[in-house]
């Protein structure tokens, strides 16, 4: 992925060109440091482009030659792709590691989640992105990856249809596509959590 650097001058400028077109004056007293706030959030929420800020996923030798499911769930923040505006709500995550591969620092996982969620977003990309740079982290050995993300969507709570319902997307891959048992085990995990 291509790295950008904000240009700080040209956001507070687009920032100012929006502020007027809507029929305010960037210059009032409250609007004032708008811009300048904007282009220090943006470092903030949008650092997913930022190969500098790629969390380092820590990784340990899997002791135990455990196969056993193992879950992380949180929270995530993202912004929508087609409209930026938030959306955000809830990760359940889970994978199999290789008996005889690696296992995940499990706090890594929510470190990835903030990560790929801090980019204009789809929320069914998101599921894609975060098993990806989790899967490459284990050398692609971990034996199925399980992620489930149910967001509320600004665009759809605040205009056009505005309804609150959240929209869940679900990402299974190895084991967890092919046994429905053990899918079957993680959403039973997942909804009783
Ligand atoms: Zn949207």
Known sequence: METITPNAQDI???IRTIIRAIGED???EGLEGTPERIVRMFKEIYRGYDEEQK???TTFVNDAHSSDMICDSGEFYSM???HMMPF???YHFAYIPSPTGRILGISKVARVVGYCAAR????ERLGHDIVNMLSEALNGEALGFAIVLRGKHMCKSMRGV???GPMCTAYFTGKFKEDAQLRNEFL???NNK
Not at 120 to 123: A, K, R, S, V
Request: net charge negative; glycine share 4%.
């Open 12 to 14: 507070e400028c687009a």
């Open 26 to 28: 960037p210059d009032r």
């Open 55 to 57: 969390p380092k996923i």
């Open 80 to 82: 929508c792709e087609h």
């Open 88 to 90: 955000f709500g809830e």
């Open 120 to 123: 204009l977003q789809l929320q």
């Open 162 to 164: 505005k309804n609150n």
């Open 188 to 190: 039973l995990l997942m």
